[in-house]
Nanobody, 115 residues
Framework: QVQLVESGGGLVQAGGSLRLSCAAS????????MDWYRQAPGNQRERVAS???????NYADSVKGRFTISRDNAKNTMYLQMNSLRPEDTAVYYC?????????WGQGTQVTVSS
């Protein structure tokens, strides 16, 4: 089992920045992928950023150039730096990790961007 705890969400004005954190504990070995997803009301959950074991990253087109995913292996923590935030970025953000046991999710953190 893997436990994930997100933090860093909140209310920010358009154009502002937030950094989300995701602290992992438990069976955090052999992780193959770490991802950030988001879900806005009435929408499906979408993946916004990924980082795989090699360190390669991938981003949704909607956040490319504005969001940066990173990880600190020593702290077992993953981050999502979000810059130039827009009202359409408003959503609950979830972190997720995948290893040979399966895919695990955090509880989510609300990000609200006001116009």
């Amino acid at each position: 089992q893997v436990q994930l705890v997100e933090s860093g969400g909140g209310l920010v004005q358009a154009g502002g920045s937030l950094r989300l954190s995701c602290a992992a504990s438990g069976s955090i070995f052999s992780i193959t992928a770490m991802d950030w997803y988001r879900q806005a009301p009435g929408n499906q959950r979408e993946r916004v950023a990924s980082i795989i074991s090699s360190g390669n990253t991938n981003y949704a087109d909607s956040v490319k150039g504005r969001f940066t995913i990173s990880r600190d292996n020593a702290k077992n923590t993953m981050y999502l730096q979000m810059n130039s935030l827009r009202p359409e970025d408003t959503a609950v953000y979830y972190c997720s990790v995948t290893n040979f046991l399966g895919q695990y999710w955090g509880q989510g953190t609300q990000v609200t961007v006001s116009s």
